[in-house]
């Protein structure tokens, strides 16, 4: 039986490591979060005493974790676990980072005669529970085909976008996309019950109309308008504000890094950097409409 070693339980990376044990896969888990594993021990995973623990005799190791720091530090800070890992397993990093950090890890794992991709995913903590998450893939194709099956147990499509780092590029791209669209989905919202409209009949009129999106079908920024919502239970859960604005922080350096220009986007990072000043940090990224709209 194939092990795999999954590092990082958050609201993403708890429910994706439930899916792999659903599938059948022997899965040996570490978090910080002492909670967090002891959910997914609940579930039928091992528990580790270290992330190093964890990828012994592992033939995949995935980590889900939330920034470039983070990753470095697991795989190359000073007790990193890439001298841990076995030569000839593969490691797939669903984080959300630099492009430039997949690679230098990338690299560092091949002269060890490690394989690895960047698998950054789109779907949400809606999709990763349900098992139906998008995987933006970069790196070898060999080892994508190695990946398929475990992502396949986790997610629906899987795309293959490029050489190492490219999946981070298409994942910053999507997001920045997302939190430009969200933005303005809230204002136009605010706009609609500044006139008396009701929100939730507003939404269910753009949900099939030309301004249809995500936003208003899966995560409508209103509270009330669609139950399981993070926005219907007080912003909680989701995909955190600060999480938003790390990811088009990301999109804006890699604007830079080629000369591009974004200015959707830098506003949009604007809008969600004074959301966090308020101190809506760590509410789900669709609490952005209380810059318009307080009471929401």
């Not at 339980?9 to 002891?38: H, I, R, T």
């Not at 609940?42 to 974790?65: D, E, N, R, Y």
């Not at 676990?81 to 890890?105: F, H, M, N, R, Y």
């Not at 997302?178 to 009701?198: S, W």
């Amino acid at each position: 039986m194939t092990r795999i070693a999954f590092i990082g339980l958050g609201n993403m990376g708890g429910p994706m490591a439930a899916n792999l044990l659903k599938a059948g896969y022997e899965v040996q888990v570490f978090d910080l979060s002492v909670a967090a594993v002891g959910s997914a021990v609940a579930a039928g995973a091992h528990a580790a005493a270290s992330a190093t623990a964890a990828v012994a005799g592992a033939q995949i190791v995935i980590s889900m974790l939330p920034a470039s720091r983070h990753v470095e530090g697991l795989y190359l800070g000073e007790a990193g676990i890439l001298a841990a890992i076995e030569p000839g397993a593969l490691v797939i990093d669903c984080s959300t980072i630099a492009p430039a950090s997949a690679q230098k890890v990338a690299a560092a794992a091949a002269e060890r005669g490690v394989a690895m991709i960047d698998a950054p995913v789109s779907g949400g903590t809606a999709g990763a529970a349900a098992g139906s998450l998008t995987f933006i893939v970069g790196g070898d194709a060999d080892a994508l085909e190695r990946a398929r099956p475990i992502l396949q147990a986790m997610g629906k499509n899987i795309f293959h976008v490029g050489a190492n780092g490219a999946g981070q590029v298409a994942k910053l791209c999507n997001n920045m996309a997302l939190g430009v669209i969200m933005a303005v989905t809230g204002e136009a919202l605010a706009l609609g019950v500044a006139h008396g409209l009701d929100a939730k009949v507003l939404s269910q009129m753009m949900a099939v109309s030309t301004s249809r999106s995500w936003a208003t079908e899966v995560c409508n920024p209103w509270p009330g308008v669609l139950d399981n919502a993070p926005a219907s239970r007080g912003y909680s859960g989701g995909f955190g504000n600060d999480l938003m604005l790390k990811d088009l922080g990301l999109a804006a350096e890699a604007a830079m890094g080629v000369g591009a220009s974004i200015p959707l986007g830098e506003l949009a990072r604007n809008l969600y950097a004074m959301n966090s000043r308020a101190g809506h940090g760590g509410l789900d990224f669709s609490s952005v409409v209380k810059l318009v709209a307080p009471g929401a």
